[in-house]
């Protein structure tokens, strides 16, 4: 698989349910369609893993070394919060109150699929996010992108 792609918009119901979107779904495995990993992200979303991309993250995870102190705390770091959810019979994901008030995630919610994992952002910081961020994007690009070797 190239890896998930796409943004969705999804409504968060009175108990933090949402459905996963169809087109996003149809992108993963068979196997890979009702459990996920969730966690939360580096900017202010959650993360919602595919079990086997999570299985794939901890065991880069795992070959850390533990006795150094920024190790220790990454890993600490990135756990801290991490829940095993599975979709219901309906294909809802329900996001724990803990995680919503985590991030600030309202009713109306934003899924941004990228490589191994799917972004849920608050529909209104996605977008105030994303408008900050224009105005750097050809820096951006020349930044991270600018040594590449075009391919050849």
């Not at 949402?18 to 779904?25: A, E, N, Q, T």
Request: net charge negative; proline share 4%; aromatic share 10%.
């Amino acid at each position: 698989m190239a890896g998930l792609v796409g943004e969705f918009e999804v409504k968060m119901d009175a108990k933090g349910r949402f459905m996963l979107p169809s087109g996003l779904r149809k992108q993963l495995p068979p196997a890979a369609q009702r459990d996920f990993m969730l966690n939360k992200g580096f900017e202010d979303c959650l993360t919602l893993f595919p079990l086997y991309e999570w299985e794939k993250v901890s065991e880069k995870l795992s070959k850390m070394n533990l006795f150094k102190p920024k190790n220790r705390m990454f890993y600490r770091l990135f756990h801290q919060g991490a829940k095993l959810i599975s979709l219901d019979k309906a294909g809802r994901v329900l996001v724990p109150t803990a995680h919503m008030e985590r991030v600030g995630l309202g009713q109306e919610a934003m899924l941004i699929a990228y490589n191994d994992r799917i972004e849920i952002w608050d529909k209104s910081k996605y977008f105030g996010m994303i408008e900050g961020s224009m105005t750097d994007f050809a820096d951006l690009a020349d930044e991270v992108m600018g040594d590449l070797d075009n391919g050849e």
